[in-house]
């Protein structure tokens, strides 16, 4: 008794405050359209832990097919046709997962088919209710839906008005995406076994989706806490469109035929599932426990058993709440109570929930070949990520990272190239550069070792640099690979860029190419110093195609189109355009907009001006290319006022008529570019500008996909006052939006960042006033001190600080204040062509 007691006090330490009653799980579930997911985050909404397998949550279909946006599952209005147990967060493009369904009817009857989830699907009563590890929503025909998640199950919760009681289990079920095309997810067979009692097992196996992905099997095990009264098997020919894979027959939906115990369908052959009905239970309650695995579905009811021990729905909540509080929240500490703005407690703990939501980690569930390693998948993707979330995994979850790094490095050994995008066991689509290179390179200078091996590592990113990864003819680009590696290497290693005529996306991918080289030269110095001249030299590659002489919008210097002859094609060139920013295009940012809207977040933007400023490796290259400090500043500020933007961005643009867009991931950095000009006022100006106009506790409260929790790390990092500068060991400072935050980083050291009023500023709040705070706009910094000591410099290395920790103290302001007089942020791969 006294041990238990011991025990929960202990536990109560660890996280005494219940952080996660701070966070709002539907910021980023609607657009700007009330009602619609378009043009919003695309989160997935539902039961997860951090990182968790199963993401447990409602999959719907939007009737508008127009506005349709089915990636993350759930939409505001969309009808109810499964509750399944995988899902994606943030991601545009077509939807990917939504399988291993279950969904309550109440009636069977005509016109009611199986096979036809018009039939069935359901419109939802009410509000729906999520909190962490919990998800409520009441549908139409009466039934009551709860819901939560352990790491490779759920468990669901059905509370039925009187009369008929079913569950369908459609293994057929997946997330379509409604207006067709190349990369539609497709089912490709399955099987299904019934107990007496209820427990059913088997698998499905799906394909396809953004990633254009080879099929996966996902294994499943459920089962009910009242054994049902009749158990049957349904299966029916699959009339689904399956681009690539089947005929397009444009029959109607056959219906089900009902069978026994057992239905199996291989490859390209029947839909299937079960459908179990209680008639004569007392209890109007139904909870289903189910597991998934990529192994076997003895697995998959492994984890059922042990993962969720009990019917008791609370229990399992609890135990995510717990864990999610430990493993996350209880990381970053803020005073809660009422004194502190409730909105940027929301705004904080709900970025670090959507954080964690994805990469997965799969760790003991790699089906494709054995190995030692972790295993990690979903990451979708790295292009996303690679910015600015990987470096809050390694500060914040660094055991985590050095997992996923390890799995990334797992992938190249078995599958020849690490990923940019990984899903359903499966690398693609690479939008830019080989980003795996980044996000290792960001690691390694930091100084993360741990179980990884470097060597391999390092091998690894001199594959993509390399070695011309094989065409795989996709629809979107065909003229090089966009599974893996570097598709333009062929014009790259050559050339010194990538040449308009030769391939596609010619200006952004040197871009990135120039900053994945960069990487490289970074893990070269200590795993290959021979290399460090070769590829720092490539990293300056970039300049090849700037174009001194080309004047726009009053600012001379761009970057420009080059044809392999060497000369630039200049002909009607248009940097404020990009000619549709997709695949096939000179830069990519995004896809077309105007005729499918409904698949794409990454919308066209300005992306040649944008993507001039995205060298952080030389921004002192840049300022001098751009004419010096007073034209860059120049530049900078015009890309922040409204209405320059020649490219409209429409509904799903967020509103932005700034050549900036912060829900454009190029883009993260450039707000904190001033820092390179001790200009850190108008960073700060820019940044919190952006954060208080498009990031909001509400349902359209991110600018955007969230890609992955992108934008979330975008402002957490931003709340934090600091801004990291990718492959490299330096933060910029901005200021910070709390009085006093403590984050436990590196394991268990501790950071912890002060902000106060200076005092011979006035405030311009009233609370302020009192003595307690800072106001809403006090918030330029007028001093900073680091570990005790003045800091006179906008910027600081990872060692200062994130390694042991220690202190940052801010003095705040209403008035910006010159305060930084030291060196300005360093361009460690300074070098000009
Ligand atoms: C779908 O939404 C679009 C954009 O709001 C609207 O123009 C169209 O009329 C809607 N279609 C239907 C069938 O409601
Ligand atoms: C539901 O039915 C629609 C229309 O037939 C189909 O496109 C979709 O793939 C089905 N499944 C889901 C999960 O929406
Ligand atoms: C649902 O939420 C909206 C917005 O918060 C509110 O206006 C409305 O009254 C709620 N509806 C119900 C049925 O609770
Ligand atoms: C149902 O039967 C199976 C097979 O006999 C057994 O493994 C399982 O534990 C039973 N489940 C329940 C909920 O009784
Ligand atoms: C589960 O938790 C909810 C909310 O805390 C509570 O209202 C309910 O009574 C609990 N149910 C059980 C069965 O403990
Ligand atoms: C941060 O840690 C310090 C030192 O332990 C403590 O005094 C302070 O109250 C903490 N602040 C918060 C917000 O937890
Ligand atoms: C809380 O912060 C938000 C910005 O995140 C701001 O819009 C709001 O006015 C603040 N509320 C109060 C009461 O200061
Ligand atoms: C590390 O990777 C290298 C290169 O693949 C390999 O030769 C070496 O055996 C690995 N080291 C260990 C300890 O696994
Ligand atoms: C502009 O610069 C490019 C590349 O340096 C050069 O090819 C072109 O001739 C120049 N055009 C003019 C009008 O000077
Ligand atoms: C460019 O400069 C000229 C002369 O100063 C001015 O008239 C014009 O409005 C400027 N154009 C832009 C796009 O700012
Ligand atoms: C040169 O660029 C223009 C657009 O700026 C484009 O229309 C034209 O096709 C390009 N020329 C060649 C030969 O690719
Ligand atoms: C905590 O820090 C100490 C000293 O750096 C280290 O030895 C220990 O392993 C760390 N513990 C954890 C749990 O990270």
């Known amino acids: 008794m006294l041990y238990i007691v011991i025990l929960a006090a202990a536990h109560y330490v660890a996280a005494q405050v219940d952080y996660s009653q701070f966070v709002n799980p539907l910021i980023g579930s609607e657009g700007p359209i009330p009602g619609y997911a378009f043009g919003g985050g695309d989160i997935f909404v539902g039961g997860a832990l951090p990182f968790g397998v199963a993401k447990v949550g409602i999959d719907t279909y939007e009737d508008n097919i127009t506005l349709s946006t089915l990636n993350g599952g759930y939409t505001p209005m969309g009808k109810v046709t499964a509750f399944s147990m995988m899902h994606e967060s943030g991601t545009g493009g077509y939807a990917k997962y939504g399988v291993i369904p279950q969904m309550p009817l109440t009636t069977v009857a005509s016109p009611v088919n199986l096979l036809d989830n018009q039939t069935y699907s359901q419109a939802r009563v009410g509000n729906d209710t999520a909190r962490v590890g919990y998800f409520k929503t009441q549908l139409e025909n009466g039934v009551t839906a709860e819901l939560s998640a352990a790491r490779h199950s759920g468990i669901m919760q059905y ?139 003895d697995k998959a009811c492994n984890f059922k058993n042990i993962e969720v021990p009990s019917y008791d729905l609370n229990a399992t909540v609890s135990a995510a709440v717990q864990e999610w509080n430990e493993d996350v929240f209880s990381k970053v500490q803020v005073a809660t109570d009422s004194s502190v703005n409730q909105t940027n407690l929301a705004l904080l703990y709900s970025s670090l929930y959507f954080l964690h939501l994805m990469p997965s980690d799969r760790t003991g569930e790699n089906p494709l070949w054995e190995s030692d390693e972790p295993s990690w998948d979903d990451f979708y993707t790295l292009w996303d990520i690679f910015r600015c979330t990987v470096s809050l995994y390694h500060i914040l979850q660094p055991t985590y990272y050095e997992s996923m790094i390890r799995s990334l490095i797992d992938i190249w050994r078995y599958e020849g190239f690490m990923p940019d995008g990984r899903s359903g066991n499966y690398n693609g689509l690479v939008q830019g550069g080989s980003n795996a290179d980044n996000v290792l390179a960001d690691a390694y200078v930091k100084g993360l070792r741990g179980e990884i091996n470097w060597t391999a590592g390092y091998e690894a990113m001199k594959k993509d640099a390399e070695v011309q990864p094989y065409n795989t003819f996709s629809h979107d680009d065909p003229t090089a690979s966009v599974k893996e590696g570097r598709g333009a290497l062929y014009d790259w290693i050559p ?64 970057l420009a189109p080059r044809f392999a002859d060497g000369t630039f094609n200049l002909t009607g060139y248009n940097p404020a355009l990009c000619g549709g920013c997709e695949w096939q295009a000179i830069s990519y940012e995004a896809t077309p907009f105007g005729t499918s809207l409904q698949h794409f977040s990454r919308f066209p933007a300005n992306a040649l001006i944008e993507y001039s400023f995205v060298v952080p490796h030389d921004a002192e290259t840049l300022i001098q290319f751009m004419g010096g400090s007073t034209a860059f500043e120049s530049r900078l500020d015009y890309i922040f006022q409204p209405n320059t933007s020649q490219q409209n961005l ?184």
């Open 495 to 558: 050339l010194g860029y990538v040449s308009a005529d030769r391939s596609t996306r010619a200006v952004s991918r040197t871009v990135e190419y120039a900053l994945n080289d960069f990487a490289l030269s970074q893990v070269a110095r200590g795993e290959a110093p021979e290399d460090v001249e070769k590829y720092m030299n490539r990293s300056a590659q970039w300049q090849n195609l700037w174009a001194h002489n080309v004047t726009s919008l009053n600012f001379t210097g761009f």
């Open 159 to 297: 509370s039925f008005p009187p009369g008929e009681k079913h569950v369908l289990v459609d293994v057929s079920h997946y997330l379509p995406s409604q207006s067709g095309g190349y990369s539609v997810q497709v089912y490709v067979g399955g099987e299904i076994q019934l107990q007496e009692n209820g427990t059913y097992t088997g698998y499905g196996t799906y394909g396809g989706g953004w990633n254009e992905g080879a099929p996966f099997t996902v294994y499943f095990c459920g089962d009910f806490d009242t054994p049902p009264d009749t158990s049957q098997t349904f299966r029916g020919r699959n009339t689904d469109p399956m681009q690539r894979y089947h005929t397009f027959s444009d029959a109607a939906t056959p219906q089900a035929i009902l069978g026994n115990q057992s239905e199996y369908a291989g490859p390209l052959n029947d839909r299937l599932g079960a459908l179990f009905t209680w008639s004569n239970s007392s209890t109007s309650q139904i909870r289903s426990r189910v597991g998934i695995s990529f192994i076997s579905s």
């Open 650 to 833: 429409g509904a799903n643009g967020a509103g932005i008529t700034t050549i900036m867009n912060i829900g454009n991931e190029p883009d993260f950095a450039t707000p904190y570019l001033y820092n390179y000009l001790n200009k850190q006022w108008k960073s700060v100006q820019q940044s919190r500008s952006l954060a208080n106009q498009y990031f909001h506790d509400a349902n359209y409260g991110v600018p955007g996909n969230s890609d992955a929790g992108a934008l979330n790390s975008w402002l957490i990092w931003q709340m934090l006052g600091l801004y990291p500068v990718v492959t490299q060991t330096v933060y910029l400072i901005g200021s910070p939006w709390f009085d006093d935050l403590n984050m436990t980083i590196n394991g268990n050291a501790t950071l912890r960042i002060t902000a106060a009023l200076s005092a011979d500023q006035n405030s311009t709040s009233a609370s302020a006033a009192g003595g307690s705070s800072f106001g809403q706009e006090d918030y330029y910094v007028q001093s900073v001190k680091i570990n005790g000591a003045s800091w006179t410099k906008n910027w600081f290395d990872h060692e200062d600080i994130m390694v042991n920790g220690g202190t940052i103290e801010f003095e705040l302001g209403s008035e910006p204040a010159m305060w930084e007089t030291g060196d300005v942020p360093p361009s460690p791969g300074h070098l000009i062509l």
